[in-house]
């Protein structure tokens, strides 16, 4: 659900250039929510843009398993990965 959700803000907010507080409104959800599923969507998506496998499901951004920043993604940022900074 959050994957589909995210990718409905996604193609709203880059494809017609809605505001995250227009694509809440055009899909029942509240702003936070419409902001983390847009985050969640690119995070999860994030390792098949630079053609990597995908990893495990990032946490949620704004929640305390993420609280700021993107979260470390292992198969973007762990060793080997296009991201890698030693």
């Known amino acids: 659900m959050k994957a589909q959700q995210g990718f409905e803000v996604y193609e709203l ?15 029942g959800l509240s702003l936070t929510t419409a ?3 847009y985050h969640f969507f690119a995070d999860w998506s994030l390792p098949e843009f630079y053609g990597r496998p995908p990893g495990p499901l990032p946490p949620q951004r704004g929640t305390r398993a993420c609280p700021r920043g993107r979260p470390y993604l292992p198969t973007v940022d762990g060793p080997g990965g296009p991201l890698h900074r030693p």
């Open 13 to 27: 907010v880059l494809g017609k250039g809605f505001t995250f507080r227009q694509a809440a409104g055009e899909l």
């Open 35 to 37: 902001w983390r599923r």
